[in-house]
C-alpha cells in the first residue's frame, strides 16, 4: 500500500525514533506509552516511517528528534513530540528578529536531561569562560554559539573567537580524541560524562519531553488529540487522596489538599466527620500524607488516576 497517497484529510503527527535502529530512542518508547493511553491504535510495519492511525484521522510519521522541529516549523507536520532542548537548537537558527512556527502546547515530563558545558575533570580548564577562544564539539551548534556569543559578548554578524564543531553522537569522545577542549552535551544521570572523565561547568538549557504544534495548524482533531494527551500527563502526575476527618479540621486539611480546583467533600454517617478526595501531585504524597495525619485525618488512601480530562 502507498501510505503517502493516504495521507489526504488526516492531522500528520511527528513522533521522535532513534537514529540507529538497535538502540530505543531515548523518547520512543514513553512516547508509544502515551500514544496507547490516548487510545491512538496504529500498526507501524518494519521499516516503514508512517503509521495510518486505524481509529482516527491521524497519521504517525516517525523523524529524528533533531528533526521534528523543522517539519512542524515549516509546517509539513501539524504536531510533534521532541525535546525542549531541540526546539531551542531550531530557534536558535533562525535569523534575528524571526519568531518560530513551533509551539509548546504541553510539557511531557518525561526526557529530562540538561544540555551542559563540559571539560576534562583533571585540567586547568575551571568555567566555560575559560573555553574562550578554543575548540568545542557539541550536537547543538545554534545553542552553542549563541551561548559563546554570549560569554564573548560580540555583537551578532561579529566572528567568534570559540571555535564550535559540530558532530553527530558521541560527542563525549571528542576531549579525550584531541579534537576538542570542551564538549557541549546532554547529561542525565551522568554516567556518560563521568566514563568519558568530564565534569559539568555550565548549563545551556534544561529540558524535558515536550508536545509541539505548527503554529498555523489548527483543528478539531488537533485539539482532540492535545486534551487527551493533556489527560494523560495529568493523571500521571496526579494521585487521587482520600481521607476521613473531623469536621472542624475540614478548614486546616483543605490548605494541605486543595485539590486542582478544590477538594470534594462527603458528610459520613459518623456525627462531625466528612470524607475528602483530593487530587495531589505524586511527587508530594508522602509529605502530605503525614501533615494529614498531624491535623488529625485518618483513613488515608491513595489511588493511581487512570486518566482524567478538564478540557
Ligand atoms: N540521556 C538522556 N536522558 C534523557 N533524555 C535524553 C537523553 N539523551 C537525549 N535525551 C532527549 O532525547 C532527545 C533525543 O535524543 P537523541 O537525538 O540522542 O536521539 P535518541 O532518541 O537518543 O536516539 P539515538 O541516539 O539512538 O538516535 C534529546 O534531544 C533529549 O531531549
Ligand atoms: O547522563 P547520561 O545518563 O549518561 O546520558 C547522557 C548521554 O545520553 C545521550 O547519548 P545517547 O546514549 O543517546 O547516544 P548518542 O550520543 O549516540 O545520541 C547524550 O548525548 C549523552 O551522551
Ligand atoms: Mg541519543
Redesign the pocket.
Same mark, same amino acid.
Not at 521532541?82 to 531541540?86: I, K, V, Y
Given at each position: 500500500m502507498d501510505l503517502v497517497n493516504h495521507l489526504e484529510g488526516r492531522l500528520l503527527f511527528a513522533v521522535?525514533?532513534?537514529?540507529?535502529p538497535p538502540?530505543?530512542?531515548?523518547?520512543?518508547q514513553a512516547t508509544l506509552d502515551l500514544l496507547s493511553g490516548c487510545d491512538v491504535q496504529f500498526r507501524r510495519e518494519t521499516r516503514l516511517d508512517i503509521a495510518l492511525v486505524k481509529n482516527l484521522p491521524i497519521a504517525l510519521i516517525f523523524l529524528?528528534? =533533531?528533526d521534528i522541529p523543522t517539519f512542524v516549523g515549516e509546517g509539513r507536520v501539524d504536531l510533534g513530540i521532541?525535546?525542549?532542548?531541540?526546539v531551542a537548537e531550531h530557534d536558535a537558527t533562525l535569523p534575528a528578529g524571526e519568531s518560530s512556527n513551533v509551539e509548546e502546547i504541553l510539557d511531557l515530563g518525561?526526557?529530562?536531561?540538561k544540555l551542559q558545558v563540559q571539560v576534562p575533570e583533571k585540567g586547568e580548564l575551571k568555567e566555560a569562560k575559560d573555553l574562550v577562544g578554543r575548540n568545542v564539539v557539541t550536537?547543538f551548534t545554534a545553542l552553542t554559539e549563541a551561548f559563546f556569543r554570549n560569554l564573548e559578548g560580540a555583537e551578532a554578524g561579529q566572528k567568534l573567537t570559540t571555535k564550535i564543531k559540530y558532530v553527530g553522537?558521541s560527542v563525549e569522545a571528542a576531549c579525550a580524541l584531541g579534537v576538542a577542549d570542551g564538549i557541549v552535551d546532554?547529561?542525565?544521570?551522568g554516567e556518560?560524562m563521568k566514563a568519558a572523565g568530564l565534569k559539568a561547568i555550565d548549563t545551556v538549557v534544561s529540558?524535558? =519531553?515536550v508536545l509541539v504544534k505548527s503554529r498555523k495548524a489548527n483543528s478539531d482533531i488537533l485539539a482532540l488529540l492535545a486534551s487527551r494527551l493533556r489527560g494523560v500527563i495529568t493523571a500521571q502526575k496526579f494521585v487521587l487522596c482520600q481521607y476521613n476527618i473531623p469536621r472542624e479540621q475540614l478548614s486546616v486539611a483543605s490548605k494541605i489538599t486543595p485539590g486542582k480546583r478544590a477538594p470534594t467533600i462527603t458528610a459520613l454517617e459518623e456525627e462531625g466527620w466528612v470524607a475528602v478526595s483530593s487530587m495531589v501531585e505524586k511527587k508530594r504524597i508522602a509529605t502530605v500524607m503525614d501533615e494529614l495525619i498531624k491535623v488529625g485525618a485518618s483513613d488515608i488512601l491513595v489511588m493511581n488516576i487512570a486518566n482524567s480530562r478538564t478540557d
Open positions: 521522535p525514533k532513534s537514529k540507529s538502540n530505543q530512542g531515548r523518547l520512543q529524528p528528534a =533533531a521532541t525535546g525542549r532542548d531541540q518525561f526526557g529530562a536531561c550536537s553522537g546532554l547529561v542525565e544521570s556518560t529540558s524535558t =519531553a
